[in-house]
C-alpha cells in the first residue's frame, strides 16, 4: 500500500515470487509492485506495516481484531501442527513445552527456548504454536520470523531512517517466534537492538526462540542477553532414537502415501540415525526410485539406492560450498553463475537443485542456504526444496541427477 511496503516486499520476496510464478506459468514472469500513496486524509493505518515506536514504558494499543498481525497462511507450513510431531523420548518434554505455550500464551514458560541439532523439528514446534495459536486465538498478534531475517530488516530501517517503524513492527505483538537465535553471535549492536525488543515484549508478550545450543554455549552473547533467554524454560531435542525414528516413517509414509514395507523401514531407520530430514529424505529417495523404475520397494533395492548416503555407518561432512562446486561442475557452469541473480530455466534448475541438497545433505538452517545462494530469502529455498521433491516424483531425468550429484558429494566428502 505504501513505499516502505513495495521496498520491502521487493527487497524481501521479489526473487521469491518471480520463481514461484515463472514455476506455475512455465514462462519468464517480471513482477512489478506498484506503491499507492493515499492524501493525508485518506491515509489507513495497517498493523502489516508498523506505523510507530511504543512508548517505552508502554505497548502499543491493541489494533482492531480484522487488523492483527499475522504472518499470513503462507508463513506458517500445513504440515508443521502439533498433530505432525512424531514424539519419542528425544522430544517429549520439548513438545509438551510448546504444547503449553500455544494454549495459554505468555502465562507459562515466558521464554520459551527449544535448542538442538539441525533437522530435530525445532522450527517444526515454532510453527506449530504459530499455528495453534491463529487457530484457537485468532484475536493474538503473532510474528514469525529468523534470527537473518530480524538482522536484515533492523539493517534496512538504519539505512532509511525508518527505526520507530522497526520497533512497533516488532514489538507490537502478542507471539514473537524466532527461529536460530544463535546467529546473534558476536553482533553486539544487533545483541543490544534484541535486548531492548525483548524487554519491550516480554511483560505482557510470548516470546519463543529456537538454537542449535543453549545460551550458555553461545559465546560472545551478552551476559544480560542470556539472562533474559534463561528466565524462561530452556529444553532441548536429541536425535530421535530407534523406535521414534520407525514411527516418524511410518508417519511420513501414511501422510504421503508411500507404498513401503517395514523391512525397509527398519533397514533406513537403522542407517540414518542424524536427524529426521534426512530420514524422510532417505524414505522419498527410495519410494520415488521404485516408482519412476516401476519395481517393487525392497531391501535391496533400498541398500542400492541409499548405498551413496552411506560410508561406513555414517554420515561423511558435507558442506555447502562442496555441493555448489560439484552442482555447477556437474551442469557446466560456475560457482559465482549458481550463486547469481541470473534466472535462465537451465541456471534455476541447477540452482534448486543445489538448494535442494544443501537442504538435504548439510546442516544448515534454510536462512543460512539462502544466504549462501547470493542471499536469497529463506522462502527461495522452500521453493527450490518443493519443486525438487516433485520432480524427483515425476521426472527420471532429474532423479537421476540427484542421485548422481548426491553419491559425487558424498564420496568427495569422504576423501574429505
Known sequence: PNLFTKQWIE?????????????????????????????????IDLTTVPPGEPHPATRAPAPAPSDRI????????PKYVFESFVIGSSNRFAHAAALAVAEAPASAYNPLLIYGGAGLGKTHLLQAIGSYVRRYHPEQAIRYISTEQFLNDFIVALQRRTIPDFHRHYRAVDILLVDDIQFLEGKEHFQEEFFHTFNALHPSSQVVLSSDRPPKKISTLEERLRTRFEWGLITDVQPPDLETRLAILQKKSETDDLPVPPDVMAFIASKIQTNIRELEGALIR?????????????LDLAQNVLQSL?????????????????????????????????????????????MY????????????????????????????????????????????????????????????
Open 70 to 77: 499475522t504472518d499470513g497462511p503462507g508463513r506458517f507450513h
Open 310 to 354: 552411506l560410508y561406513g555407518g555414517r554420515e561423511a561432512r558435507v558442506t555447502e560450498d562442496l555441493v555448489i562446486s560439484l552442482t555447477a561442475d556437474y551442469f557446466g557452469l560456475t560457482d559465482e553463475e549458481i550463486r547469481s541473480p541470473n534466472r535462465s530455466r537451465p541456471l534455476v534448475h541447477a540452482r534448486q537443485i543445489a
Open 11 to 43: 527487497s524481501h520476496h521479489g526473487v521469491a515470487l518471480e520463481e514461484a510464478l515463472r514455476a506455475e506459468a512455465g514462462r519468464g514472469v517480471t513482477v512489478t509492485l506498484l506503491a499507492l500513496e493515499l492524501p493525508p486524509d485518506e491515509e
Open 286 to 298: 527410495v519410494a520415488a526410485y521404485a516408482s519412476l523404475t516401476r519395481s517393487e520397494v525392497t
Open 357 to 416: 541438497l544443501c537442504r538435504e545433505l548439510t546442516d544448515l538452517s534454510l536462512p543460512r542456504i539462502g544466504d549462501r545462494f547470493g542471499g536469497r530469502d529463506h522462502s527461495t529455498v522452500i521453493h527450490a526444496d518443493k519443486k525438487i521433491r516433485k520432480l524427483l516424483q515425476e521426472r527420471r531425468a532429474c532423479y537421476e541427477q540427484v542421485q548422481e550429484l548426491t553419491e559425487r558429494i558424498r564420496q568427495q566428502a569422504a576423501r574429505g
